[in-house]
């Protein structure tokens, strides 16, 4: 069993940054692929980003690449999300993610483990 907590939401101008954390209990957070995702009013859950297990590949939305950033620190049991150059369009509630196994880190089912979210307002 995983538990996540998500932290570093908040009101931010467009064009300003800021570094979302999730952390997780559990010693075995390094052999979890761990995702962000989220979610506007009115709209599906949509992937933003994934790192898989043992910090390897990295996997970003076409919408947010170039301006987020997704990391690790498995010595922390935490995962980062930096979010630069912001835009209205990203306020959503953001959601942290972990699963054991994982093929595409992309898909919301592929994940067992979720957050209660965070939420990220931008305005403009």
């Known amino acids: 069993q995983v538990q996540l907590i998500e932290s570093g939401g908040g009101l931010v101008q467009a064009g300003g940054s800021l570094r979302l954390s999730c952390a997780a209990s559990?010693?075995?957070?390094?052999?979890?692929?761990m995702g962000w995702f989220r979610q506007a009013p009115g709209k599906e859950r949509e992937f933003v980003a994934a790192?898989?297990?043992?910090?390897?590949?990295?996997y970003y939305a076409e919408s947010v690449k170039e301006r987020f950033t997704i990391s690790r620190d498995n010595a922390k049991n935490t995962v980062y999300l930096q979010m630069n150059s912001l835009k209205p369009e990203d306020t959503a509630v953001y959601y942290c993610?972990?699963?054991?196994?994982?093929?595409?880190?992309?898909?919301?089912?592929?994940?067992?483990?979720w957050g209660q979210g965070t939420q990220v307002t931008v305005s403009s």
């Open positions: 790192l898989r297990r043992r910090g390897g590949s990295t």
């Open positions: 559990g010693r075995t957070f390094s052999s979890y692929a």
């Open positions: 993610a972990a699963a054991p196994s994982i093929v595409d880190v992309t898909t919301v089912y592929e994940y067992d483990y």
